[in-house]
């Protein structure tokens, strides 16, 4: 079974701190995805990473995909209080035998930027 | 932008009732999923679809559950009879590739479905 594990769970910061959020599995991955869901609202796409070693950036949010493809992270720069929210990791398994694209989400990391 | 939209946004239904939840995929799209979430649990994965049958489902897409896509646009989810643990956010989803380098899955609003 894959598993998803993202750390921390929760986290409470002050507007203009930085912060990681980490996403790791024993498995491996061929791609990866970080969603942001608002609450009562479907998870919305960040940003999908795919080779071992990547990083993207999105503004203040910069997302690197591990060198085996089995863990991630999502770092924000400055957060303000437009980034509180859960954010979840995702990912396809590279040993899939049926193929089909079936994302196995982490359980989030809920985030609250005071002001 | 093109987006999943579902309807309703509510479901209110008895126990042993049938319901139909209903999407609408991003239109260029080919593959189709079903989620859910339990209140306070992760998002787990139903059921996948595509060219008109299912590729894959989870131990939780028992013989209660179908899919179907009527019309090449509309994609529903079907629960027959109703239990109290089928409550939760039910949310579609739907991307071009489905192929596991390319698997960007956008996501609909979510039906919240309550079972009394």
């Known amino acids: 079974t894959q598993l998803l594990e993202q750390s921390p769970q929760f986290l409470s910061i002050q507007e203009g701190e930085n912060l990681t959020v980490y996403c790791n599995s024993s498995?491996?991955?061929?791609?990866l995805q970080w969603y942001r869901q608002e609450p009562g609202e479907g998870p919305v796409l960040l940003v999908t990473?795919?080779?071992?070693?990547e990083v993207k950036k999105l503004k203040r949010l910069t997302f690197q995909f591990g060198d085996a493809r089995k863990d991630s992270s999502l770092h924000i720069t400055a957060a303000q209080p437009g980034d509180t929210g859960l954010y979840l990791c995702?990912?396809?398994?590279?040993?899939?035998?049926?193929?089909?694209?079936?994302?196995?989400f982490g359980q989030g990391t809920t985030l609250q930027v005071k002001p | 932008e093109p987006e999943v939209t579902q309807t309703p946004s509510h479901q209110v239904t008895q126990m042993g009732q049938e319901v139909i939840l209903r999407c609408v995929p991003i239109?260029?799209?080919?593959?189709f999923y079903w989620y859910r979430q339990i209140l306070g649990q992760k998002v787990e994965f139903l059921v996948s679809?595509?060219?008109?049958?299912?590729?894959?489902k989870s131990e939780i897409f028992d013989d209660q559950f179908s899919v179907e896509r009527p019309d090449g646009s509309n994609f529903t989810l079907k629960i027959r009879s109703t239990k109290l643990e089928d409550s939760a956010m039910y949310f579609c989803?739907?991307?071009?590739?489905?192929?596991?380098?390319?698997?960007?899955?956008?996501f609909g609003p979510g039906t919240r479905l309550t079972v009394l």
């Open positions: 498995s491996v991955f061929s791609s």
């Open positions: 679809f595509y060219n008109n049958e299912i590729s894959e």
């Open positions: 989803a739907s991307s071009y590739w489905g192929l596991p380098l390319e698997n960007e899955q956008f």
């Open positions: 239109s260029n799209h080919l593959y």
């Open positions: 990473v795919v080779t071992g070693g």
């Open positions: 995702a990912a396809t398994p590279l040993d899939d035998p049926s193929n089909t694209g079936k994302l196995i």
